[in-house]
């Protein structure tokens, strides 16, 4: 059974740090993509982050380029989103999510539970 | 703004068939395919419909998806009280480096 546990929100200062760690179990973690898909309260979905099957691309939506980094171990299954310069409009709650395939272009097939990030003084 | 558009709301008696589209562009739904998402509240994401039409296993077939130029529908016949939910149309946008786009979400209001 796919399993995907996120974890690493929390209350942060503008301008802050936070590192959100996706665990994945129940398939063969180096040969499917994986993304981060935020959602902020009330509001829709927004892609924010992707990584190929074996880490060797990244792709990052403009909102966050230059401050978040996404990056995966493959000996742990698992995925992080390192974020930096952290911004009021980036509350939200952040979701791991499993691609079908070695690229991140989609679909998604599995998400985790999501993450909570609030930011603010 | 998304950069793809969804009607923000949608509604339907028990046992209609609904329509929700999705507009694009030629860098998005004009050139790859289209995934719809349901997500119920409260919880997460789940897929509903990928590659413009086709169905994970476990979708019910009243789900059904369709693509045309840059603008794709997805469709719910025999409406249920339990498809009251947020529909999500999203695909790869090829423009800059490439990424993921998702539409507004539709709220389905099952009357």
């Known amino acids: 059974e796919v399993q995907l546990l996120d974890s690493g929100g929390g209350l942060v200062q503008p301008g802050g740090s936070l590192r959100l760690s996706c665990a994945a179990s129940?398939?063969?973690?180096?040969?499917?993509?994986m993304s981060w898909v935020r959602q902020a309260p009330g509001k829709g979905l927004e892609w924010v982050s992707g990584?190929?099957?074996?880490?060797?691309?990244?792709y990052y939506a403009a909102s966050v380029k230059g401050r978040f980094t996404l990056s995966r171990d493959i000996s742990k299954s698992a995925i992080y989103l390192q974020m930096n310069s952290l911004r009021a409009d980036d509350t939200a709650v952040y979701y791991c999510?499993?691609?079908?395939?070695?690229?991140?272009?989609?679909?998604?097939?599995?998400w985790g539970q999501g993450t909570l990030v609030t930011v603010s003084s | 703004q998304s950069v793809l558009t969804q009607p923000p709301s949608a509604s339907g008696t028990p046992g209609q068939k609904v329509t929700i589209s999705c507009s694009g562009s030629?860098?998005?739904?004009?050139?790859?395919?289209v995934n719809w998402y349901q997500q119920l509240p409260g919880t997460a994401p789940k897929l509903l419909i990928y590659?413009?039409?086709q169905r994970p296993s476990g979708v019910p077939d009243r789900f059904s998806g369709s693509k045309s130029g840059t603008s794709a529908s997805l469709g719910i016949s025999g409406l249920q009280s339990e498809d009251e939910a947020t529909y999500y149309c999203?695909?790869?946008?090829?423009?800059?480096?490439?990424?993921?786009?998702f539409g507004g979400g539709t709220k389905l209001t099952v009357l």
């Open positions: 999203a695909a790869w946008d090829d423009s800059l480096n490439g990424f993921v786009v």
């Open positions: 590659h413009n039409h």
């Open positions: 999510a499993k691609d079908e395939a070695r690229s991140p272009y989609g679909p998604f097939d599995y």
């Open positions: 129940g398939f063969t973690f180096s040969n499917y993509a």
């Open positions: 030629s860098s998005n739904i004009g050139s790859n395919t």
């Open positions: 990584i190929s099957g074996n880490g060797g691309r990244t």
